[in-house]
């Protein structure tokens, strides 16, 4: 289990959710991981310690994605601390819904900044670095809202749906350095958004996914794993993992 070796890899936002089970997966397969946080800076130090003792390389960094200076700080640590950098998964993302006629500007702002700004901010900090190691792979965290819209989440719809435009575009650029670029796009996933929902909503929910279960973060974080092990001959996809509740 070790096609990772010598790898290294950021995942933002991952010290909860689907960015945590991705960190320990890549981590699994022998990958050299950075962790990163805005807030949680316990349940992050708590992943690493975990990884640790297991005897896996890994770094904490703290840094806010929504803002450009911050991006570049957290590629810079992760290239001082294990010389090089092979993959970036942009995960990191916060949602504040609420009806288009009730949103603030705010709102939209932050979920437009942490969930769509932080993927340009975080690949042009990267990529100059993936260009020097020969190549890298890119996995954009998109979703099955930016695909089919949902009431009360039109800034993190625009959000997610505007990661699968900029991923096609960046698959377009930077196939010619050996650079893929993909966006996955989950569905309804056994993360905090998901069970702090009411069980009516829950339910209502799972009656349009023809698979008839949420999906586990661990699935996430294999697909997310194929992609930058086996996925050579595969950019600027936008992949569904979501039961069949959306096809395209």
């Given at each position: 289990m070790s096609c990772l070796t010598d790898k290294v890899a950021i995942v933002t936002g991952s010290s909860r959710g689907l960015g945590r089970a991705i960190a320990r997966e890549l981590s699994d397969h022998g990958a050299k991981v950075v962790i990163n946080y805005y807030q949680s800076k316990e349940p992050a130090e708590q992943l690493a310690a975990e990884l640790k003792k297991m005897g896996r390389e890994c770094l904490v960094v703290q840094a806010g994605v929504a803002h450009p200076d911050e991006c570049q700080r957290l590629v810079e640590e992760t290239v001082k601390a294990f010389g090089g950098l092979d993959i970036l998964v942009n995960n990191a993302g916060v949602n504040r819904d609420r009806t288009i006629r009730r949103m603030t500007a705010e709102e939209w702002r932050e979920v437009l900044a942490t969930d769509l700004d932080s993927v340009f901010y975080c690949t042009y900090a990267a990529v100059p670095h993936m260009i020097e190691r020969g190549g890298g792979r890119i996995v954009n965290m998109s979703s099955i809202v930016g695909?089919?819209?949902n009431p009360g989440q039109s800034n993190y719809a625009a959000a997610k749906a505007g990661i699968v435009g900029f991923s096609k575009s960046a698959a377009q650029?930077?196939?010619r350095f050996n650079i893929t670029v993909n966006a996955l796009c989950p569905g309804f996933i056994e993360t905090e958004m998901v069970t702090n929902?009411?069980?009516?909503v829950q339910k209502a929910l799972l009656a349009k996914i023809?698979?008839?279960r949420f999906g586990k973060p661990e699935e996430v974080a294999r697909l997310t794993r194929f992609l930058v092990t086996?996925?050579?001959?595969?950019?600027g996809a936008q992949v569904n993992i979501n039961g069949g509740m959306y096809l395209q």
């Open positions: 695909q089919m819209g650029e930077l196939a929902l009411t069980e009516d023809p698979l008839g086996e996925g050579e001959y595969i950019t």
